[in-house]
């Protein structure tokens, strides 16, 4: 397993040069940064850690995997796995393993055959060979269709068997996965997930994990990587990105129903949202830069507080209409009209609501961010 640093890393794909032979040309030091496809980015990744790249189609997640793997070479910066120069080799000398979104497997071969494929390239003694498949095959729910030829096999098997392919190899520096379970069937997903997890737990194999699904991200990485436009924005656990998203893009994209932004001022010590005042930290205040305008207040709809009579509402909690309720299955979500913009509120599924009568709804200040800039005025 290996360490990965990332250092002044970005890519910038072009247009093939005269003689056709590199189809993805150096950008140089007078490309406008805007045209990378990769932005320069520095992040450390550890030894045995599993980590997921999360954001929307096109936004660089793929390209920060191929340049990881070798499969492309950086148009800037470097790639260290455990202080090790690796930018200029090939996948091979990186020693990476990588699943792509379809499965990539011998069609021709049995199970176990595409198992030993890899250990038989690195010359792996038949009797050691035969334990890593085993025990490999074991951990994917494989014994049983090791005798088979995998052309026959549904999706979901075909990518156990090319994750089977990276894991079997004791050796392997890290383990890239690039949306391996978009093939597979919806009902499968979840047990596949859980074995990855289990995998990882048993295996402590370092693990990147490319996806759009917050879902998979947030329960299968003990860190995620959220980037939008070619620009990582915040890298933290779950939790952190949850509770204290550091740009405006990462409150919306994760949650469900994302984060409540709305445009506000801020006078006295409040958040001035539709005329209406919004108490904020003191802390928060003071950190307000001068004369800025362009400001966003953030909080989860998870964090709001409904109350039905303004008697029963904390000082300070503002009288809303309630213009929609979803029904979501053990929760609901509240939609109420706060002048002229839209407030969300996730509230249990006994909660009492009547969508013909006032309710009061209370911002939490320890749970209120202010972004300016769409980035967050840290505390």
């Not at 507080?305 to 309630?322: D, Q």
Request: some cysteine.
């Amino acid at each position: 397993m290996a360490r990965i640093e990332l250092h002044g890393l970005a890519h910038h794909y072009a247009a093939a040069n005269n003689n056709g032979t590199d189809p993805a040309l150096r950008g140089g030091s007078d490309t406008p940064e805007q045209e990378f496809a990769l932005k320069p980015l520095d992040l450390t990744w550890d030894d045995g850690g599993a980590y997921a790249l999360l954001g929307p189609s096109g936004c660089g997640k793929t390209t920060l995997l191929n340049l990881i793997s070798g499969l492309l070479r950086p148009s800037r910066g470097s790639i260290l796995l455990d202080g090790r120069d690796v930018t200029a080799l090939s996948p091979r000398e990186r020693n990476i393993a990588q699943v792509f979104q379809f499965p990539v497997v011998y069609d021709t071969m049995t199970v176990y055959e595409n198992l030993a494929f890899p250990l038989r390239n690195r010359a792996v003694g038949r009797r050691e060979a035969h334990k890593r498949v085993t025990r490999i095959a074991e951990l994917l729910e494989l014994r049983d269709a090791l005798g088979l030829r995998a052309s026959g096999l549904s999706a979901d098997l075909k990518q156990r068997i090319a994750l089977g392919r990276g894991l079997v190899r004791e050796d392997v520096a890290a383990i890239l996965l690039d949306e391996p379970l978009t093939v597979v069937d919806p009902h499968e997903k979840w047990r596949l997930r859980r074995k990855l997890l289990q995998i990882h737990t048993e295996l402590r194999v370092t693990l990147i994990y490319v996806t759009h699904d917050q879902v998979e991200a947030l329960t299968l990485a003990d860190e995620v990587v959220v980037m939008n436009e070619g620009q990582v924005l915040q890298l933290g656990t779950p939790q952190q990105l949850f509770e204290r998203p550091e740009h405006i893009f990462v409150g919306h994209f994760i949650g469900s129903p994302g984060m409540n932004l709305l445009a506000c001022t801020v006078e006295d010590g409040c958040a001035l949202v539709e005329g209406h005042r919004i108490r904020l930290r003191p802390e928060t205040i003071a950190r307000v830069p001068a004369g800025q305008l362009d400001l966003v207040l953030g909080v989860r709809p998870e964090f709001l507080r409904l109350h039905a009579r303004a008697t029963a509402a904390p000082e300070g909690s503002i009288e809303v209409a309630i213009t929609r309720i979803d029904e979501l299955g053990g929760f609901r979500v509240a939609h109420a009209r706060l002048g002229c913009t839209q407030v969300a509120v996730k509230v249990p599924e006994d909660h009492l609501l009547n969508s013909s009568e006032p309710q009061w709804i209370e911002f939490p200040p320890e749970r209120l961010i202010l972004y300016a800039s769409e980035h967050a005025i840290c505390e």
